[in-house]
């Protein structure tokens, strides 16, 4: 069974505009990762956040995390068409040691 | 390798036929993971390794899907008598380490494609 879910499912905005995905998920965690998937085959990493940290920046992304609210955001500001792709959020499971993704938000960014 | 590498990148099969699915992980990543994608779906877990041993196959569809891990190294995921619906892209990920204490971030090789006819 899948445990994040990512809120929405898809996204399309004109370039240069901030892009935000968020992710609910529903057990406790440890970490929360977030990836990239183009063109369906291998997913990049992006970000991790630990879940005794509550924003955390890289370049034009930042991703915050909310443990009383299980949900996470990724922002990507200023956005490029080559951010277009399927962004994922990825647990870490308290008490277990697997990455659990949930179903992704498609995003389109159009030039 | 500098990544990790899944092979054979496209595979199609008859229904019926067994097939294996391999992933040479990054060198020294202890933890490897098998993943299940259909199109334009998110990610099903299958299976996760710690060394060579599985703690969690609790992912696996079935008891025609199999996996093992040896040397620490390459896995091989094994599918019997497949079905239409086993027809999905299977990733294999690898990380240096997902203890609770000090998870990292996962590595992904670019999947393998299996359609079943």
């Known amino acids: 069974s899948q445990q994040g879910e990512e809120d929405p499912q898809a996204l399309s905005i004109q370039e240069g505009e901030n892009a935000t995905m968020n992710c609910s998920y529903k057990t406790s965690i440890n970490n929360l990762q977030w990836y990239r998937q183009n063109s369906g085959r291998g997913l990049v990493h992006l970000i991790l956040?630990?879940?005794?940290?509550r924003e955390k920046h890289s370049g034009r992304l930042r991703v915050t995390l909310d443990t009383s609210k299980k949900s996470s955001s990724l922002l990507i500001t200023a956005s490029r068409a080559a951010d277009t792709a399927s962004y994922f959020c990825a647990t870490g499971q308290l008490g277990a040691q697997k990455l659990v993704f949930g179903q992704g938000t498609r995003l389109t960014i159009n030039p | 390798g500098a990544g990790v590498s899944q092979s054979p990148s496209n595979k199609v099969t008859e229904k019926g036929k067994d097939v294996e699915l391999r992933c040479d992980p990054i060198?020294?990543?202890?933890?490897l993971y098998w993943y299940r994608q259909s199109l334009g779906q998110g990610l099903e877990f299958l299976i996760y390794?710690?060394?060579?041993?599985?703690?969690?196959k609790s992912g696996l569809p079935s008891d025609r899907f199999s996996a093992e891990r040896t040397g620490g190294s390459v896995s091989t995921l094994t599918i019997q008598r497949t079905q239409q619906e086993d027809s999905a892209v299977y990733l294999c990920?690898?990380?240096?380490?997902?203890?609770?204490?000090?998870?990292?971030?996962?590595?992904f090789g670019q999947g393998t494609r299996l359609t079943v006819v």
């Open positions: 390794f710690q060394g060579n041993s599985a703690p969690d």
């Open positions: 956040i630990r879940s005794n940290e």
């Open positions: 060198s020294g990543h202890t933890a």
């Open positions: 990920a690898s990380s240096l380490s997902n203890s609770e204490e000090f998870m990292t971030e996962a590595f």
